[in-house]
């Protein structure tokens, strides 16, 4: 263990950029895998994807309604609507095939191609049928209601960039684009594993002093929210040789996740095994929640320690490990707050609000064991290193 009076060999107190960084830099590069675009959701775009084709295919219609000439329409009022004759009708997958000719229209349908000859549109709710071939437009077909082929995006354009987090809209966006398989990083393999006496299966009966293991489910979560491979390396009690005897389960892995162990506690076990017979990278993040973090390797096993808190272990994750993994950048916006939000001389804060109104309050209890907080917040306020936020001045938040 580290006393209080030794010199540590490596680097203490990091700031929370240097801590994503050296965790980044300790991950294995992956290789590329194909699969289908149907199963590519939470996984990282390897290589960029160009348009097989153009999106709309064909110059299109934004309504339903008539498509007519918009030179023939412009005089169209409530009080003296505009009458055009019906010569067909154009809908998705079936199009009017001949011309359009002057005071003439077609009913169209939402997502059909626009007839030769029309260059507008007029919605059905302005629309009077007048007998079976003519119609009374109660105001002027406007061109800003077609869709124009290729405005989405060209075929042949390249449309969505290599390293880009594949959410549901962008799955769909790969769809679009024509592929119906798509080139993946390979899902980063991460062993999990929590520790501590006092900490058991969720179910069985409590005794004085244990708590439900809510890290290993909320990280296993938030590690397959990320697109990785979790490899479940269950609970390790305080004793060293437990802890060494799971970690020898982690084969196969590309880095191990633990929880708890990692303070300045006796019984910190995970702590000193990293010290005294692995490598630490560093130790201590100058932030709050979760400053005891650890970064080290066990026999070319990267490692990183998360705090046992609960809330420290969350927020960790959702700062450092989460960017790290994914290769994402934190994502953050500026809100404006409605209280305080108080500051720390040395560490940056992640404290959780509630966002209301567009503005961002102090949640209250910001308490490393008040696991209902996170379930309760809207996002964590940065409160930078220095001196307190008054209310109403502009932070970053990170959304949760």
Known sequence: MLSPMSQPTFPMHVSVTEAREMLAALLPALDTETVPVSQALGRTLAAPLAARVSHPSATESALDGIAAREADTLTAGKESPVRLRLVGESRAGVPFEGTVGAGQCVRIYTGAPLPTGVDAICPVEELQDDG???????RPAFPSDVRHEGG?????????AAGLWLSAPRVALAAALGHAHVPVRRRLRVALLSTGDEVIEPG???????????????????????????????????????????????????????????SMGRYDFMRDLLIERGRVAFWKVRMRP??????????????????GNPVSSLVVFHVIVRPALTGQPVQSLKLRTATPFRGLADKTAFWRGVIKGGEVHDYGQQGSGILRSLSDADALVIVP????????????????
């Open 385 to 400: 290193e220095g001196g307190p936020v008054a209310a109403g001045e502009t932070v970053d938040v990170v959304l949760l």
């Open 132 to 138: 079976p071939e003519h119609v009374l437009l109660r």
């Open 290 to 307: 979760g400053g005891p973090a650890i970064l080290g390797g066990w026999n070319g096993l990267p490692v990183f320690g998360l705090p």
């Open 204 to 262: 069985q009966a409590l005794k004085p002093g244990q708590v439900y293991d809510s890290n290993r489910v909320g990280l296993s979560a938030m590690l397959q929210e990320s697109g990785c491979e979790v490899i479940e390396l269950g609970h390790a009690p305080d004793s060293p040789e437990a802890l060494q005897a799971a970690i020898g389960q982690a084969g196969g892995a590309d880095v191990l996740l633990t929880s708890g162990g990692v």
């Open 152 to 160: 989405d995006f060209r075929a042949g354009e390249t449309v969505m």
